[in-house]
T-cell receptor, first 114, second 110 residues
Framework: SAVISQKPSRDICQRGTSLTIQCQVDSQVTMMFWYRQQPGQSLTLIATANQGSEATYESGFVIDKFPISRPNLTFSTLTVSNMSPEDSSIYLC???????????FGPGTRLTVT | EDQVTQSPEALRLQEGESSSLNCSYTVSGLRGLFWYRQDPGKGPEFLFTLYSAGEEKEKERLKATLTKKESFLHITAPKPEDSATYLCAVQEYSGYALNFGKGTSLLVTP
């Protein structure tokens, strides 16, 4: 199966700054997703990113706060903008293969905002 | 209201002591139910997909089953390396989002 990676694996950022997280898959995939995993909480979908179209955001998440790019079929980025301590979380990207519904996850990016 | 509820939150087993994890769900149109394993500091690792009531899937010491309201992950004769958090997620026909439960943290001691 395809291999998925994320950069950075972790970061500590100052309040008010932005961080861009990169997600790379080693083969072409149609659908990529971005999730957030807060301590003690369930994984929550932020948005779905399809190549060639605008990302689709879930309720409670907005493009100005979490802009997403999907320039090709193997790569996506998520930016966490104007960060506050409440944005401290693990951010995960995933993809689903052609003709299947299960999603395969990257290793995650652990973000701490001070 | 949570769509997916997992129980227990934490489970401690002796090596070889079989048990089951529960995932109950409330969705209007279930496309699939998914089980994942997550080790500390890593992303979730896909285990099984179940699509219809009565379906069963097996992998090594794990067996997943599905009814119209819940799924069970049975662990037979667990080993310490089975220690992890097990996550359950549902996907509705209306979209591609996976709605996750909070997970069951399993510890298997020698």
């Amino acid at each position: 199966s395809a291999v998925i990676s994320q950069k950075p694996s972790r970061d500590i950022c100052q309040r008010g700054t932005s961080l861009t997280i990169q997600c790379q898959v080693d083969s072409q995939v149609t659908m990529m997703f971005w999730y957030r995993q807060q301590p003690g909480q369930s994984l929550t979908l932020i948005a779905t990113a399809n190549q060639g179209s605008e990302a689709t955001y879930e309720s409670g998440f907005v493009i100005d706060k979490f802009p997403i790019s999907r320039p090709n079929l193997t790569f996506s980025t998520l930016t966490v903008s104007n960060m506050s301590p409440e944005d401290s979380s693990i951010y995960l990207c995933s993809f689903s293969g052609t003709g299947s519904y299960e999603q395969y996850f990257g290793p995650g990016t652990r973000l701490t905002v001070t | 209201e949570d769509q997916v509820t997992q129980s227990p939150e934490a489970l401690r087993l002796q090596e070889g002591e079989s048990s089951s994890l529960n995932c109950s769900y409330t969705v209007s149109g279930l496309r699939g139910l998914f089980w994942y394993r997550q080790d500390p500091g890593k992303g979730p690792e896909f285990l099984f997909t179940l699509y219809s009531a009565g379906e069963e899937k097996e992998k090594e010491r794990l067996k997943a089953t599905l009814t119209k309201k819940e799924s069970f992950l049975h662990i037979t004769a667990p080993k310490p390396e089975d220690s992890a958090t097990y996550l359950c997620a549902v996907q509705e026909y209306s979209g591609y989002a996976l709605n996750f439960g909070k997970g069951t943290s399993l510890l298997v001691t020698p």
